[in-house]
Each structure stands twice: as C-alpha cells, then as structure tokens.
C-alpha cells in the first residue's frame, strides 16, 4: 500500500531521516496508493463525543478511534497491512530502525480528527508499552486534508527545545492529503501542532489524519530512561507581545487561552500525582502483611515483576484495562 515510488527510494529516505534536525524525520509525499489513501478519507469515521473525552475528562474537540477494522472494509485491509511484515520492512528501511513491532492495540493512535478550536500542546510521547515492555520508537502520521492553508494553523511543528523559546528551533509541515510525516520518538522529539482557527466558510472542515506508532524491544543504551507518561509543555507568549507593544482584544483573548491550557496542564500532572500516590498507598496497604522474607524473595520472581510492571503501566494509563 506503500507506493512503489516510495520505496524505491528508500536509501535516500533514511539519508534525509538520519541527518534531519531537530531529531530525526522525513516528510514524504504520496505515501500511499492514491486509492488506499482515498479510502481512508471516503470512510472517516464521523465525530463521535465518546471519542472525544480529552486529559482532563471533559469531551474535547479531538476524536481518536483506535479500533479502526470495525470503521469498514477498507479500514480493516488498511489494518492488516500496517500490521504485517512487509509494512515493518519498508518502515525500517525508510527510518534504518531495525526488529519494528506494531501495537495491535493502536494505543493513541488510528483516526485523529481535531475541529475547529483544537490544538496539540508541544510534548514528548510516553516512551515505552508497559503492557509488553517494549520501547517506542517511531511515529508514523499520514495526513487526510484535500483543502488546508498554513493560515489556520494545525500544521505538524517538531521543536528542538520548548523550554527554551528564544533558542527553540521549529520544523513544520502542513497536514496535506497523503502527506506522511515520520518521526523517530525520544527523550527530545517535542512535537504538536498550533490551535486550528478555520474561516467562518471552512467551519465544516477538520483535521483529519491517520497515526500509527512502532516499537522494539531494545533501543541504544545511552537513550534509555525510566518508563514515562506524556509530558507537556505550554505555549509561550506570541512573538509580538514584548515591551511597547499594546495589548488588542486578540491578544487578550489568546493570552487568556494558553494561560487557561497551562493551568489545565498543571492540574493534569496535579491529578495523575494524586492517583499514582493512592494507587502506591493502596498497594503497599494490600501487602503489609507479607512476611519481609516472603516479599523479598517475591521481588525475585518473574510474576511478581511482571505484576509490578502491569500496576505501573495502569499508574500512568488508567483507561487502560
């Protein structure tokens, strides 16, 4: 479903993948057969508010379905392709990351639509499936949009450092159909889009777009840290808004708009903080009765680790069963 093209250029794609800044990525386009690619945009999913419950548990203007064979026919051969060895093949020829394995699941990822209103805070992805224990590695996100102008925002922007705006350098590019945008993902690949602000006439329009995310079981030794959930960053202030310059209604209304997302950032992490200590105090409450011997020699087995690593994954995940 790649096309032929594309993968007879495989070679000089891992070149330009290897040697981009600010991490590694490569924008290709006519990624797909035109007919597999008009089949995704024929049979989009509608917006659907239970796919539309956001961080903070209110239902946003983003809809992720994850479970895209039952969405039609097309979406299930779509499926089982980007789930089969020749798709792996070509992704690590493309990206020169070896032994990729899918998500069955398509965790976080599968039909993305964001509306009107809708951005993507700049952040790093969660960098290992504490389901199976394996690393992620790249990002793989094919672009559905016959009809977007840079104007309304959306566009994909890698970051080499959101901390940092005065130093952070940005790489964008448009969500245009069949326009796919590859990643590989890390401790520094700071990725998301701005706030998508569409036309009065274009109000019908949304971004849609298709991801999927790759793993390994091994990545190199100096890249490896702790297992992590996502982590956000707020948007700075526009480049404009410096001394001497008056405020307009505008700016106003945006400044109280990123200044309403970072509060609701804080009171994420605030949130997950308190539920990861009660989950640790419940736990730790449920084996005190354990003799230390028997706990210590527990630490020791395979299936107390793997429960371990289960009740961790569900800290950081917990819309997952």
């Known amino acids: 479903m790649i096309t032929a093209n594309v993968q007879l250029r495989a070679d000089d794609i891992q070149r330009e993948f290897r040697g981009a800044r600010p991490f590694p990525h490569v924008a290709i386009e006519n990624f797909l057969n035109e007919d597999v690619c008009e089949a995704l945009l024929r049979d989009f999913p509608a917006f659907d508010e239970k796919y539309a419950v956001d961080e903070h548990g209110t239902v946003g203007r983003k809809a992720v379905v994850e479970r895209v064979s039952a969405i039609s026919a097309q979406y ?70 016959k009809e977007w102008d840079p104007s309304w925002g959306g566009s994909i922007e890698l970051h080499s450092d959101p901390y940092n705006p005065r130093a952070n350098r940005v790489q964008g590019f448009v969500p245009l159909f069949n326009r796919a945008v590859i990643f590989e993902t890390g401790e520094f690949s700071w990725h998301g889009f701005p706030r998508i602000v569409l036309p009065p006439d274009k109000r019908h329009l949304s971004r849609k777009s298709f991801s999927i995310y790759l793993y390994t079981k091994d990545r190199p030794a100096e890249e490896i840290v702790a297992p992590h959930t996502t982590f956000y960053v707020g948007q700075p202030l526009p480049d404009h808004i410096k001394a001497g310059h008056t405020l307009s209604e505008v700016d106003v209304n945006e400044i109280g708009n990123r200044l309403v997302e970072r509060d609701g950032l804080l009171r994420m992490y605030q949130k997950l903080l308190i539920e990861k200590e009660q989950r640790l105090r ?40």
């Open 76 to 145: 299930r051969a779509f499926y089982d392709y980007i789930s089969s060895a020749s798709f792996l093949h070509a992704m690590s020829a493309l990206t020169g990351i070896a032994d990729l394995i899918p998500d069955p699941t398509l965790f976080g990822g599968g039909t993305h639509e964001n509306r009107d209103g809708q951005g993507l805070n700049v952040h790093v992805d969660f960098n290992i499936d504490e389901r199976r224990m394996l690393h992620r590695r790249i990002n793989v996100l094919i672009y559905l949009n």
């Open 282 to 321: 419940d736990f730790v409450h449920t084996h005190q009765s354990v003799d230390r011997c028997a706990a210590v020699q527990s630490l020791c087995s395979s299936r107390f680790v793997m429960a371990l690593r289960r009740f961790k994954y569900r800290l950081f995940h917990p819309s997952i069963k």
